[in-house]
């Protein structure tokens, strides 16, 4: 019997066991003595990994199992944070990340595809309520890496703890798990790097500020905390969990509200919080709200590139997998540019502005916002 539940568990040990190093940026931060342009510098080698198995990912999960790429994925993603918190130097950061990163790929396609085909088996929408269960491990993960930062534990021993925990909780659930049967319609494969067309180029445009304000929340919301209100490591971690936690919501409740209003309506009203979230984190004079801020921001990311990608599956001009592959390829290589350039900007002009890079993206994508829908 076909069960959504794997699928949700699977998202969210995934997005717990990612997460658990981004609640502890700041420390790492101080610990190398890093100034926030070589930070950005080095945070991108998870992103190039990332990338890097994007190419790799449909011959991977061609040739091993769903229980073998989840298994030995996870425990790959929990040994390079350790590694990541035992660095001494910039380099060494970034080639852990790296080494991370090669998991974080197969890992993202081999979830998103057994959710689309329990999904295509069960008869109804469960993708949206999938990638919930990722914010809500994100969430998860940062209200508790917050508290154990606040206790002053280690972030080594930190990483070990949590990294031997969604190891082995992710063996108990996927040592046996079936694997959903494919879509019938669905053509297997698809080359290393598809060529975006014009329709493509327009979603990817669509999905810039959403990702980008996602990634900008994550990588660097405990440091804007920390550096602009001097608040305490739980109130810098809760940053990170309130832009998670507002994700998860938004995106659990989602797929009735586009039914009723539509994926224009939606993203419109999305953009507009990503756009009044970056404000109050840019202007605002009190720590609440900026945490205000960052909620809006989880929210307002939460459901556009979900959105953008079944907007790509609809195009007539290809074969839906290769749209949905372009759109995913295009928007992750212009988002390898967003760690290295809100540390420099944070480190010439101050972190608040490193958030303001937000702006243009989203009124260029009020522009095509009618040309996507």
Known sequence: MISPYPVFIG??????????LFPRIGDIQLAMGLSEGTLGLALIGLPIGLQISLLLADRVLRRYSVRLVMISGMALIAMSYVMAAFASAPAEFFFSLLFG?????????LLNLEADRVEYHLGYRIMNRAHAFWSLGFFGTGILGAIVSQLGISVQLHFICFGLIVVMATAIIFIRYRPAPPRPSIAEGTAMFVRPTYAVMILVFLT??????????????????RDVFNTPPVINGLALALTAFCQFITRYFADGFVDKYGPRR????????IFTGSLMIIFSP??????LGFSC??????????????????????????????????????FLAAPPLLGLVAEEAGIRYAFAICLPL???AFFNLRKAF
């Open 11 to 20: 998202f969210f040990l995934y997005s717990f066991g990612l997460g658990t």
């Open 101 to 109: 990163g090669l998991a974080v790929g197969a890992i993202e396609v």
């Open 208 to 225: 810039l500020p959403a990702m980008l304000a996602e990634g900008s929340a994550i990588d660097w919301s405990v440091i804007y905390m």
């Open 266 to 273: 939606i993203v419109n009203h999305c953009l507009w919080l």
């Open 286 to 291: 009190y720590w609440a709200l900026s945490l």
């Open 297 to 334: 921001l989880g929210a307002g990311s939460s459901v556009v590139f979900p959105l953008a990608m079944s907007a790509a599956a609809q195009l007539k001009d290809r074969p839906a997998s290769v749209n949905i592959a372009a759109l995913a390829q295009v928007s992750f290589c212009l």
């Open 362 to 364: 989203i009124i260029l």
